[in-house]
Nanobody
Framework: QLQLVESGGGLVQPGGSLRLSCTAS????????IGWLRQAPGKEREGVSC????????MYADSVKGRFTISRDNAKKTVYLQMNSLKPEDTGIYYC???????????????????WGQGTQVTVSS
């Protein structure tokens, strides 16, 4: 059974950093494009970043460009999201998700993701 598990969330002050991890089980990670999506309180879920199957391309929401970096280590079955210069508006539940195996490229659309982790809470506050 395909599973994704996020970790690394927590409470951090504005300007601080966190690294989120998404570890896969039950499937070969490098066969899937993986995205990070988040949901802030009272808002709809939105795409934050994505990395294609072979890591040949990445995508970032405008709000996180220059601050977040996505990467993957297929041998460890893990995708990372390094988040620097965090802002209070980055607060939310962060989910990793996988597109269906037939899709090579990234997507910023929530509806394009088939498999989801349970989420990890990120809170940016002083």
């Amino acid at each position: 059974q395909l599973q994704l598990v996020e970790s690394g969330g927590g409470l951090v002050q504005p300007g601080g950093s966190l690294r989120l991890s998404c570890t896969a089980s039950g499937f070969i990670l490098d066969g899937y494009a993986i995205g990070w999506l988040r949901q802030a309180p009272g808002k709809e879920r939105e795409g934050v970043s994505c990395i294609s199957r072979r890591a040949s391309s990445t995508m970032y929401a405008d709000s996180v460009k220059g601050r977040f970096t996505i990467s993957r280590d297929n041998a460890k079955k893990t995708v990372y999201l390094q988040m620097n210069s965090l802002k209070p508006e980055d607060t939310g539940i962060y989910y990793c998700a996988a597109r269906d195996w037939m899709y090579y490229s990234c997507s910023g659309l929530v509806s394009d993701y088939k498999y989801w982790g349970q989420g990890t809470q990120v809170t940016v506050s002083s």
